[in-house]
């Protein structure tokens, strides 16, 4: 691809349009992914095997619409355009967007059956749209031969980041889901009219592709060429996903984070493929570095100053994801070739998210697939030494560099040793410290010749993070991983914790029976549901039917008392091992050992028990640090009162340090008629570290119950809800009106 050809003026500037139509294309697409997981969680629970099928489901889809823009590129423009026309308007018949009215089966294996209701309810729409980016890029390079096609991706990408900024901040607050669905369907039809106009545009009597301006004329990349493309997507695409997870999992569970990651990773693409180079070629010639002092203080996983690192860990998402793509942006080929990149560069996104959100999980007891990345990222970024006086250093004969790559090789290895055994208190408590200054100050020598490179980073990673890591999970089976999160068990002189990532779920006293009897936490007897438990036998008898959704470490079981019946719901099987296996956590093998847990989303087996089944009903599902949204619906109270009698009790845990879910229960409740009251308790120094402050929800529709929980004691108040708030459906919720830092 000559420069002279790249900048000729072309006779008309049709730029415009297509630029529209792929940023139509690109934002309908990131629009439509989280609205139908919206539809899908109340009808599909949140188990694993339902988001894992439904990721493969959008990954399958978009590379097969890569696959069809490619296949598309070798038919003559003219027949290639009237086939993408009829798929499109083929599609329409799946308008309005949404799911199928169907049931799952109560037999019905999710792996299967998940991706066949995806696929049949979203797919033609989903398989159509994908197809717009490479297609239309194709397109534009026929339409106008001398431009380069490839900016155009940088307009795919903005609209991508768009259609992701503008769902959870735009359109679910002030939309419900049948009018997105609605809008959705108004944008389908509008890119319709512009993939029709961009084909009214190609060139006239383009026949077969021999000879016209959509011939494949220029060499066919080599196959060591189209594996580099795949790395170089691949990397990115699963940092962003070990990102998420990583920040989530070890730094701080914020809601909305997600999207932080995501959009950085679509913006690096704007930056990577845009005309004017200075920005990426700035970004590239710092990455190592970055990807070296960033990656040993992300391991480090120090939580003194959770934002800062949370900083730092998307800032070096940015800089790998735009190095990485502007070296691929500089390995394009020419315009002819253009599908089979994008393609390529689809197969690697694809991989990068099976590897990082599917398998990670099963394979590793931590988030490895992190470090394993950053790595990767220093074996593929640029290289570029930062001094004249560097180069020089390296540039010399083969017997000189092996010396220093050898020097360099025993530097990081005694670095590692001193800081981790630190012999004789040689370099005092800060030892890590400076160990870490000593690693970047050998890193910066490095930068810019990739062994010696590999070597520091691999040894700052190590020394940083890498060894607790490993030492870790050598030590037993004190931490475990699900599709749900990492859970670390630590032992203390006289107690035992479960942490989900950042977030302590549960404590338990050692040293005899009845301390490891005791309940703590969030569940201590002063807290609402402690005295809500306690005072079972008086309000229901001896015979009390209790149900527990979210089951943790199984504090709650030591309430149980004799003659009652309680129930568990626990998502995560994991969980169930762990508060089952007396080594870790002894609650249920002491109070409970014949406890029943029903494993799945509690509000899908709750819909399957008899009316009026429980007694008394408590809510404790953690997602990270917040309760699951579809478990705080109108539909799901109007669950929670089936299985419950009139003077039954719902009790719903709120503690959260980033939501306030107070009016958020309060309106699904004042919708149902339930009167409802909040305990805050804070625990007396006398309880000890055990005992952590909890807000707790108590409800019930029937007024004298309500009026014997206030009179029984502890400092229950009455809710109100809160004026104009709306109250959550499963057609319509939004998380913003509740973030503490917006109110």
Known sequence: MSEEAITQAPARNLRPLFVATILAGSFLLFLVQPMVARMALPRLGGAPAVWNSAMLVYQALLLGGYAYAHWLGKLPLRTGSLIHLGLLAIAALWLPIGLFAFAMPANAEPA?????????????LFFAVSAQAPLMQRWYAASEPGRDPYALYAASNVGSFGGLIAYPLIVEPTMALHSQSWLWSAGYVLLILLVAACAWMLPRGAGRPTGDSAAQTSPAPTKGRVALWIALAFVPSGLMLATSTFLTTDIVAVPLLWVLPLGLYLLSFTVAFADRRGLAQAITRFAPVTILLFGGVMIAGHQQMPYLNALMALLLLFMVAVALHSRMYDLRPAPDRLTGFYLAMSVGGALGGVFAGLLAPVVFDWTYEYPLLVLAAGALAPQAFLLPIIARLWRSDDTGSAIRLAV???????????????????????????????????GIVVVGVRLPYMIVL?????????????????????????????YTVREYSD??????????HGIQLLGSPERERYPTSYYIMGSGVGRALLEAPKFYGANARIGIVGLGTGTLACYAKPGQKWRFYEIDPMVVDLARDPRKFSFLSRCLPDADVVVGDARMRLAEEAAGSFDILALDAFSSDAVPMHLMTREAFETYGRVLPRNGLLLVHVSNRFLDLEPVVAASGATGKWLGAMMSYHPHESEGEQAASSDWIALTRD?????????????????????????????????????????
């Open 112 to 124: 299967l059956w998940v991706p066949w209701l995806l696929g049949a309810s979203i797919g033609p």
């Open 408 to 442: 360099t090789a025993v530097l990081v290895v005694a670095i590692v040793w001193v800081g981790l055994a630190n012999p004789g208190n040689l370099l005092g408590d800060k030892h890590e410290n400076i160990a870490f200054l000593a690693m970047a100050a050998v």
């Open 458 to 486: 691999a040894g700052a990673l190590f020394l940083f993070g890498g060894y607790r890591a490993l030492q870790t999970s050598f030590d037993g089976d004190m931490r475990t991983r699900s599709y749900f999160g990492v």
């Open 495 to 504: 107690v035992r914790t479960l942490a989900h990532g950042t977030t302590l």
């Open 703 to 743: 007024p004298s119950t309500f009026a014997r929980l206030i009179s029984d004691g502890g400092d229950w108040r009455p809710l109100s809800p809160r004026p104009g708030f709306t109250a959550w459906s499963d057609d319509y919720a939004t998380i913003l009106p509740v973030l503490r830092s917006l109110r």
